[in-house]
């Protein structure tokens, strides 16, 4: 942290420049203080519109699977196999999208802590 130098330069003997320099030292660092409360919101409601937008696309998948899960209850058996390669494409989709999904807020994650460092 560069202001940490205001302290480090400081003429100890002369009592004014050390009380400026404290206190210089201390605006500083009500500065960062201020900066990080504001990134922290900014990167707060990042999150929560992320896990908002995957929330929303997991249960439009699993809307979707219950409408196959419909169909594989009301089809027969004689017809099940027609069904079952249908199901069986839309199951691995919907596993494919989640992992996407949960993979993209852990990585969006490492991306907002990334920039809250900076």
């Known amino acids: 942290m560069k202001e940490i130098e205001i302290l480090e330069n400081v003429n100890i003997n002369d009592k004014n420049k050390y009380e400026e320099s404290i206190k210089a030292f201390a605006d500083k660092l009500e500065e960062k203080i201020s900066f990080l409360k504001h990134r922290k919101e900014e990167v707060e409601q990042s999150a929560k519109d992320t896990f908002n937008e995957k929330i929303e696309l ?23 196999n027609d069904v079952k390669e249908e199901t069986s494409k839309k199951v691995d989709e919907v596993k494919t999208e989640t992992e996407t999904a949960y993979t993209g807020i852990r990585d969006g994650f490492s991306y907002l802590f990334d920039k809250l460092k900076n």
């Open 58 to 80: 997991l249960r439009q998948k699993k809307e979707s699977l219950m409408k196959h899960y419909e169909k594989i209850k009301e089809t027969s058996e004689s017809k099940w």
